[in-house]
């Protein structure tokens, strides 16, 4: 079992960064994938990043290429999201997952933190 706290989130002005921190226990998180999706206000939730359990592959919805990056801390049991050049179509709550699966198929969730973007 794992679980997942995130943090960070907040209230940006367009075209600045956050960053966002995910922190998982359970000795097992050094092996699992883990990923970042967010879900806007009556939209459906969307996958946003994720990266391998061994920190070299990464992965990204086109909307946020070049703008966001996705990294893990095995040592210290944490996935991390840089947002940098934030829109105000950004804005939405974050959710942090991991497992054993594969991309984007991830079993144990956090529960979320809130990203606001002002124009």
């Known amino acids: 079992q794992v679980q997942l706290v995130e943090s960070g989130g907040g209230l940006v002005q367009a075209g600045g960064s956050l960053r966002l921190s995910c922190a998982a226990s359970g000795r097992t998180f050094s092996n699992y994938g883990m990923g970042w999706f967010r879900q806007a206000p009556g939209k459906e939730r969307e996958f946003v990043a994720g990266i391998s359990s061994a920190p070299g592959n990464t992965y990204y919805v086109d909307s946020v290429k070049g703008r966001f990056t996705i990294s893990r801390d095995n040592a210290k049991n944490t996935g991390y999201l840089q947002m940098n050049s934030l829109k105000p179509e950004d804005t939405a709550v974050y959710y942090c997952?991991?497992?054993?699966?594969?991309?984007?198929?991830?079993?144990?969730w956090g529960q979320g933190t809130q990203v606001t973007v002002s124009s």
């Open positions: 997952a991991c497992g054993p699966r594969g991309l984007g198929q991830y079993d144990y």
